[in-house]
């Protein structure tokens, strides 16, 4: 039986920066912004959130849809590129902040693409019968790894997490396909903070640890990968392209999309977008689309999704999945939203982290607390 979407969530900080704001940065402008990649605002996540908080507010989300408890998640995937710490992963952190203390959990790094790699993986742990309930979160907060002293990147890139509870069901995934090509590592990274070139004073008066890009051949990368691993999940899961209701793409850049739905003859009526509120959310960006999409009514019972993403690595993946969840009864109300510059601002020259508390909180005298059980010593 194949892993149904049975429930989704979705979390972004309420801090926006707008163009406008990028102006003041660094050397842009609205409409080359907006003509370029279609972006016009990004959130930004605050000093207190994290990967892991902004996972857990999607999480709780999905899992509330879906009827789920936490204690029945088998198995926890988080797809990101910026985990709270490189030790632990980013999935352990989640189920801290989430108070879940069993079933596995792993990250999954495959830059943008990490969700639909996440996806892939998870449901053949539900359909082969190895988890029965799994909980896949793409989270970001690549504001963190973000130069906003140069606009060739800082102008993409927000924050956000979404989340999918996955469980067997009549119909669901259908096919995936997944690829890389590790040659092309080299054109979007960032270069220090690893174990080639772990955090040293130069790194850090270098300006290496933020991500770095070139841009143009990610985007001919882009097209050329979308739309190839489009046809051969179609082709794999027995329909053909004309049998596609929606494409939710990687949000990475609006001329992207546009060229990839040319090559695979979609109208952009059948694309979901919301690239312009929120830029690139790596991970995050098709869990946050289908999300939204679902609370709109955009996405409906009885339609066939076609996932696909791109990004570091270069890694990239397309899905297909029949889609079986009814629309809520009314989507989420709007939150209150304010500018992101005072935190940009404290990224800039480190201020945001003054007095802050750089380790995990110890959970309280409920889960996970209390000595280590005396089978496992
Ligand atoms: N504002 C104004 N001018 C800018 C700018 C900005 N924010 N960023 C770059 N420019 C300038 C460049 O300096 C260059 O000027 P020059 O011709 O005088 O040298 C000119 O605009 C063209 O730069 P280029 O990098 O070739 O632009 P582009 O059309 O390729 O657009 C991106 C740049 C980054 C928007 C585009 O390449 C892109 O979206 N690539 C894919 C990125 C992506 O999706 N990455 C994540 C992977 S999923």
Redesign the pocket.
Known sequence: MPAEIVGLGIAVPPYVLTNADLEEL????DQ??TE??GIKERRIAGRDDSTATLGKRAAEQALRVAGVDLDEVDLLLVATATPDYTLPSASCVLQLELGMTRGAAMDVIA??SGFVYALATASQFVSSGAADTALVVGSETLSRICDYTD??TC??FGDGAGAVVLRRGEQGIRAFSLGADGARSRL?MTPAGGSRFPANARTVAERRHYIV?E??E??KG?VTAMAASSLEAIRRSGLEPDDIDLVVP?Q??QR?IEATARRLKVPMSDVVMNIARYG?TSAASIPIAIAEAWEQGQIRPGQRLLLTA???GLAWGSLVTDWTLPPPAEPSPEEPTQSAMPIVRGLLDGSLWDGKDLLPPLPGAGAGAGPVPEAAL
Do not use: P, Y
Request: hydrophobic share 50%; charged share 15%.
């Open positions: 660094v050397d842009t402008n080359w912004i370029r990649t830059g943008c606009r060739g102008i993409l979007l890009m841009g143009r990610v985007f882009a990687h990475a850049n992207i690139n791109f990004g570091a």
